[in-house]
């Protein structure tokens, strides 16, 4: 029993190992990617050894793909991670940020400040869309929450009442986009389809500052919800407070999901098919379930990046349509393959 059990803990190591090997090469491919292709070697090169190149060179990897494609990485870990602690605490499939109503708090955040103008007093200009976006987004997960802590709603209220929150900051953002101008209007459309190319390196600074302050606490809730994913009352009988693990958990999801969408724009199915992958390769530990989740979401989100820029020669497609165009086939193979996993 004892040997059984270790084999599948190295298993299990193995399979996040080859992930994070995976990820690296997505990540050098991304930042190899672009109009003026570059080889790995120069890529290394423009990292370690920038003098061996030209400045334009230089400049193409460190200022614009360098941003670009961390925050591909960031923005994935951030909304699979979300997604990933979202489906347990809420024991539902289809969970994730995207389908529970913060991209669409977030979304009407951004309508406020690209259209009408309004955001927080003394909010300069430039940080007016992202400052509106998460502040929407966080108090869409905050309604959330106060809706979990309730006794009386349950676990299928707060998904019967995310879903509402899809279709009402839906009808708001449509409300707003008829009285916009061309010229706004195309704005927020353009940031609804989610872009990468908005990353800045104050941005990445302060969502990887996110990710660091997270992660810890979710690691250390592993055991907890792996318990849940037995029914709660399963884990009340280990001494789990499952009221308190869900508040804190929906926080985390708050911050990670509000940071990342308020910075680059609505992406979709990130946090709802890297779970699923993540899942069907490891199983329900969560010890080994949200690193998985993490690095197949950053994956997923790397080659998206990748695909955005080779789909249409010469022309570089927001990343968010990418990940829906695959993230739909994907999440119906999954639930084709494995209904009983998915």
């Known amino acids: 029993m004892a040997a059984a059990y270790r084999r599948t803990i ?5 399979i996040l190992l080859v992930m994070l ?30 003098g061996s190149l030209t400045p334009p060179e230089v400049t193409i990897i460190r200022d614009v793909r ?28 289809l969970a994730s940020p995207f389908t529970l109503g913060v991209s669409s708090a977030a979304s009407f955040g951004a309508a406020l400040a690209i259209v009408l103008g309004l955001s927080l007093p003394f909010v300069p200009g430039d940080w007016m869309v992202p400052i509106n976006a998460f502040i929407c987004a966080f108090a869409s997960v905050l309604l959330l929450e106060a809706l979990a802590r309730s006794r009386a709603a349950g676990v299928e209220g707060v998904v019967l009442f995310g879903i509402a929150l899809v279709f009402t900051f839906n009808a708001l953002v449509a409300l707003i986009q008829f009285v916009a101008s061309q010229e706004a209007l195309s704005q927020l459309v353009f940031w609804s389809m989610g872009s990468l190319g908005r990353a800045t390196w104050t941005n990445l600074a302060v969502l990887g500052l996110v990710v660091l302050v997270v992660l810890p606490f979710s690691m250390r809730a592993a055991n907890a919800m792996t318990a849940l994913r037995l029914g709660e009352d ?8 499952v009221q308190k693990l869900r508040f804190a958990s929906l926080l985390r999801i708050s911050a990670l999901a ?7 724009g609505t992406i979709g199915f990130i946090g709802l098919v890297g779970p ?21 979401g950053a994956v997923i989100m790397s080659l998206a990046s990748v695909a955005s820029k080779i789909m249409v020669p010469g022309v570089l497609l927001p990343v968010g349509i990418v990940t829906s165009m695959i993230g739909v086939p994907v999440f119906l193979a999954l639930i084709l393959r494995r209904p009983d996993r998915a």
């Open 66 to 93: 360098l941003p670009y494609a961390l925050m591909a990485i960031l923005v994935g870990v951030s909304l699979s991670l979300a997604g990933a602690e979202m489906q347990t605490i809420l024991n539902n499939p």
């Open 276 to 296: 699923h992958i993540a899942r069907m390769l490891l199983g329900e530990d969560h010890r080994f379930l949200l690193p998985a989740s993490m690095l197949t």
């Open 21 to 50: 090997v995976v990820g690296i090469a997505a990540f050098a491919l991304d930042i190899s990617t672009g109009p003026s292709p570059l080889a790995l070697r120069d890529v290394w090169s423009g990292l370690f050894d920038p």
């Open 234 to 241: 399963r884990a009340r009988s280990f001494g789990i407070d």
């Open 258 to 264: 509000a940071t990342s969408v308020a910075f680059v």
């Open 10 to 14: 190295r298993r299990r190591v193995l």
